[in-house]
């Protein structure tokens, strides 16, 4: 199947560790991005790579970082999770003048 | 500074009814718009743009949308709702001067009533 696929889906951690979140899209895209939806249903774009190159960093703290080794794939790695942490992380892919297409989501619950 | 609103929270209407879940935006430029969809515990899905041309676009499960550019407007409507039409839209533009980077709205919330 085409798709944006993410894993995991759920992932449940403590205060201070370290976690990685997988992203690969299938598509053909030229640009991924990561979104971070609130509790309030708020999306906030965190980053985007266009070729394997970070073009946009919205403010976002530098416990993250986003590792992308090749054009299907883009990684989020989180240092020292925090209780803010908590949310849903998106990835997504687009190119040329066409729409974004989104993964299903990963769970981040940071106790 | 980019931006788009989406002033109703909650939009509720009953099974057959039309519906439209209003958009407006503030972006220097022509861009692209966009409507999203996103049910309970899933990732967005595409439903429709708006790039040039027709004002009127039409996409996914019967919905379409107006491009208004003089009220800078992309309002999405259906002629009659379903049930399973409730979920969370999400109106996104996508600056020329942004690159492939889209701005989203903030979300409306549809129930449609059986």
């Known amino acids: 199947d085409t798709a944006v696929s993410q894993t995991p889906k759920y992932l449940v951690t403590q205060m201070g560790n370290d976690k990685s979140i997988k992203c690969e899209q299938n598509l053909g895209h030229d640009t991924m991005y990561w979104y971070k939806q609130d509790s309030k249903k708020f999306l906030k774009i965190m980053f985007s790579y266009n070729n394997k190159e970070l073009i946009i960093n919205e403010t976002v703290p530098n416990r993250f970082s986003p590792k992308s080794p090749d054009k299907a794939h883009l990684n989020l790695h989180i240092n020292s999770l925090e209780l803010g942490d908590s949310a849903v992380y998106f990835c997504?892919?687009?190119?040329?003048?066409?729409?974004?297409?989104f993964g299903p989501g990963t769970r981040l619950t940071v106790t | 500074a980019q931006s788009v609103a989406q002033p109703e929270d909650q939009v509720n209407v009953a099974e057959g009814n039309p519906l439209t879940v209003k958009c407006t935006y503030s972006?220097?430029?022509?861009?692209?718009l966009f409507w999203y969809v996103q049910y309970p515990n899933r990732g967005l899905q595409f439903l429709l743009k708006?790039?040039?041309?027709?004002?009127l676009v039409k996409g996914s499960y019967g919905f379409e949308a107006e491009f208004n550019k003089s009220q800078t407007s992309f309002h999405l409507k259906k002629p009659s709702a379903l049930v399973s039409d409730s979920a969370l839209y999400f109106c996104?533009?996508?600056?020329?001067?942004?690159?492939?980077?889209?701005?989203f709205g903030p979300g409306t919330r549809l129930s449609v009533l059986p």
């Open positions: 972006v220097s430029g022509n861009p692209y």
């Open positions: 997504a892919s687009s190119t040329g003048q066409g729409a974004q297409y």
């Open positions: 708006y790039i040039t041309g027709d004002n």
């Open positions: 996104a533009v996508r600056p020329p001067s942004y690159g492939q980077n889209f701005v």
